[in-house]
């Protein structure tokens, strides 16, 4: 260093500590005993802070890509910032004028701290009970806090730190780049989960355009926003936007920056926003917001924040298209408050989230995914978890006997009585292959009873399903298995307290697709981290939940719901390995096929999306939505499902609640006869769901599953309290 640029810096550090003095000294005039420690300390903190020769600009970070799985970009994840900088005369002279008028009015007068500015927001904050109401920061010490200082604290410290970089800055630029630097820095305002930070991202927010088209009230309402940017969010508050815009204008009249015929014209205009997409276009909005939230869940918010990564989806173009043409198609589906409907597909192999649709556009006013998150009460189509849990328990479908006349009235464990009903009317005694086919709701009442509420509850938990369908004291609280977690009967109907998800639902029948192996479902295949690291999340064996016996088994029987059951006529896709099941709840609300091939495991839902009222049955609502997705997806592609080397040794179950039955006697759909000793079922299978209305007397509680044994007893348990009101569906 030369001896002038020594005698140059001396002079500045003198400077400064004399600014620094000036502007926090007074304050502390009040405090006389203690204004000589105070000044020594000042100047200490002052000399400590580093040079900014030797800072470097914080990284803002880079843009994050999200593509779909044959490398289309679907959309763009900024590091929670939307940033693009632009040149002093790309910023209008009205813009700066404002920032001026409403941040820093002697901005041309200071240097790098402004000491009547501290006094009189020393003096603001003293008579306001010493509550910070007006801050005394230049548009300096603003600059060199945006670039350098991580994370600010508000604190004394901080703030002389900044003083001292501020006082540098000042000496190192003139105040036209001070000033252009502190408009490419400032934040204002997050839209979309991103910031916009500088004029030129605001300006292309709001109004579509660049900074340098921005008229005079559009430059104020910009001008106005970095000193609050949520409160002053003209898409979140915009009369608090246009308030503080007209406070802008009032500010730039009094400074002399624009005439009184111009204010005038300026306060009477509307804020006149044009949104802009630039930064957030997205081409899957749904599966965007998905894919960010479970990369958030993986890596923690900081990471993605840091950006430079890409993540490719799990979505395929194709099928995500087919699955959009399909909703599309839904029969009774119309906007205005009719009912709406979503499909979920899965690849049962891996787990992989193919599609999600959904009829509903994604909007500002409308961002609810309903394919992912829309918790709808499943009708007959949980009785695939009674099923499963059945055969896992040794229970023989084909030769284990219930009676079905409805109503009935079921005695609970615990206490109490539980009153079921079908859908129509009927009934008689039949093999519980042909009451999964007919969807018969007092065999599956009874069949719940038997195997145990709680048991059904695991399995369903096994297979993937992930709401919680249990409830907990006396206000019903859901809850998943636990200590006091009562799992209600009802959920053998799909009488559930909180709902599934299509998207559950698909992963959970996966697991059958799959021989018995969950997968949890996933939107990301791979992500590639800047220095070339691949993360593949969705990669492993999947947990084995059931023998590929037991799948194979459950798989069995619901081919028969596609062949001659409610889903008849409604659902195949003409291949011989097709199997799912029909949901419809209580009123007809809900209206579900979930189903699946060794390919594609696939769930579509539709209903009223803020009401309970009437959509239809599941099979011919939702069913040939599923078919029109599925011979898409499938084309004339149609693999076998596995026949496993082994089969469970199974069993007829003869229980508290089952009927005796002899093969010998029964006339129905399926190629053998069967008869009860009780009451005969005659042969014709209905083409829609069979249903109840439930209206339990008294308390709920979880039953004990039994093996297969003559005559077992269910160990009572503990009374749990009465599902929640709208909890019992009509499957």
């Given at each position: 260093?030369?001896q ?90 009205d ?24 006094v ?39 703030k ?30 997050t ?27 559009e ?29 802008v ?24 926003l044009?949104?802009g ?10 599966i ?17 924040q ?9 979505i ?15 029969s ?7 009912p ?33 998150h ?10 695939v ?28 464990p ?20 042909v ?33 919680p ?8 609280t ?12 009802a ?56 023998t ?17 059951g ?32 060794p ?10 999306p ?11 609502t939702?069913?040939p939505i ?10 004339s ?20 609640h ?53 005559s077992?007893?269910p160990?009572?348990?503990p ?13």
């Amino acid at each position: 260093m030369t001896q002038r640029a020594r005698r140059r810096r001396s002079r500045l550090r003198d400077s400064g500590r004399k600014k620094l003095l000036l502007g926090f000294g007074i304050p502390l005039a009040a405090a006389a005993a203690g204004i000589l420690a105070g000044g020594i300390w000042l100047l200490s903190i002052y000399d400590s802070a580093p040079s900014l020769a030797s800072l470097r600009p914080i990284t803002k970070g880079s843009v994050s890509k999200v593509y779909a799985a044959n490398g289309q970009l679907i959309g763009v994840i900024h590091s929670d910032t939307i940033r693009q900088p632009v040149a002093s005369d790309k910023i209008p002279q009205d813009l700066k004028d404002a920032t001026v008028a409403i941040e820093d009015r002697r901005f041309y007068d200071h240097g790098g701290i402004d000491p009547s500015a501290i006094v009189r927001a020393g003096w603001e904050d003293l008579t306001a009970g010493g509550k910070p109401v007006e801050g005394g920061s230049t548009i300096t010490q603003q600059l060199v806090r945006n670039l350098y200082i991580q994370d600010p604290q508000d604190t004394l410290k901080r703030k002389i730190i900044e003083a001292h970089l501020a006082n540098e800055e000042e000496n190192a630029h003139s105040k036209d780049w001070i000033l252009a630097k502190y408009l490419n820095t400032a934040p204002y305002g997050t839209n979309y989960g991103a910031t916009a930070i500088g004029v030129e991202a605001a300006a292309q927010t709001y109004y579509s355009k660049h900074a340098e088209d921005l008229t005079l009230p559009e430059a104020a309402m910009i001008a106005g926003l970095p000193q609050a940017p949520s409160q002053y969010n003209p898409f979140l508050n915009p009369r608090a936007a246009l308030a503080r815009r007209n406070e802008v204008l009032s500010a730039m009249k009094q400074q002399g920056k624009i005439s009184e015929s111009e204010y005038t014209e300026a306060v009477s205009q509307d804020l006149n926003l044009n949104p802009g997409n630039k930064y957030n276009r997205i081409r899957q909005p749904y599966i965007f917001d998905l894919v960010k939230q479970e990369l958030e869940d993986r890596y923690g918010v900081n990471t993605i924040q840091n950006g430079g990564l890409k993540v490719y989806t799990t979505i395929q173009p194709s099928l995500q298209e087919a699955a959009q043409s399909a909703v599309d198609s839904c029969s009774v589906c119309y906007s205005g408050g009719g009912p709406a409907s979503a499909l979920a597909s899965v690849d049962p192999s891996n787990g992989q989230i193919v599609a999600l649709a959904s009829t509903q556009r994604y909007s500002l006013s409308s961002q609810f995914n309903f394919a992912a998150h829309a918790q709808r009460q499943p009708g007959s189509s949980f009785k695939v978890y009674d099923l499963t849990t059945a055969i896992k328990q040794g229970i023989d479908p084909d030769t284990t006997y219930y009676d079905g006349s409805s109503p009935v009235n079921l005695t609970i464990p615990g206490g109490g009585s539980w009153e079921v009903n079908n859908a129509e009317p009927g009934g008689g005694t039949m093999p519980l292959n042909v009451a999964t086919w007919d969807s018969v709701n007092v065999i599956f009442a009874k069949l719940g009873l038997d195997v145990g509420p709680e048991n059904i509850a695991r399995t369903a938990y096994e297979m993937g399903i992930t709401s919680p369908l249990g409830i907990k004291g006396a206000r019903g609280t859901p809850c998943k298995l636990g200590p006091n977690c009562f799992i209600p009967p009802a959920d053998a109907i799909g009488g559930l307290s909180v709902g599934v998800t299509p998207l559950e639902q698909a992963d959970a029948y996966a697991t059958l697709a799959n021989g018995g192996v969950h997968h949890d479902a996933t939107a990301i295949d791979r992500v590639v981290f800047p220095g070339g690291k691949v993360d593949e999340p969705g990669a492993g064996d999947g947990k084995r939940v059931l023998t590929p016996g037991q799948a194979y088994e459950v798989t069995k029987v619901l081919e028969g719901v596609i062949t001659s059951g409610t889903g008849a006529g409604y659902t195949s896709i003409g291949c011989s390995s097709e199997a799912g099941k029909t949901g419809t709840s209580e009123g007809l609300s809900d209206a579900w096929f979930v189903g699946y091939t060794p390919l594609y495991s696939t769930a579509v839902w539709t209903g009223h999306p803020l009401s309970r009222d009437y959509t239809g049955f599941g099979g011919p609502t939702s069913g040939p939505i599923w078919r029109s997705f599925m011979e898409s997806a499938q084309g004339s592609d149609c693999p076998e499902f596995s026949v496993p080397s082994s089969l469970p040794d199974l069993t007829s179950y003869h229980g508290e609640h089952t009927s005796s039955g002899s093969s010998s006697c029964y006339s129905g759909s399926s190629s053998s006869s069967s008869c009860s000793s009780s009451s005969s079922y005659s042969g014709t299978t209905s083409t829609t769901d069979s249903g109840n209305s439930n209206s339990g007397q008294g308390a709920y509680a979880p039953g004990v599953g039994q093996k297969p044994a003559p005559s077992p007893k269910p160990t009572p348990a503990p009374a749990a309290p009465p599902p929640p009101s709208g909890g019992v569906v009509t499957p």
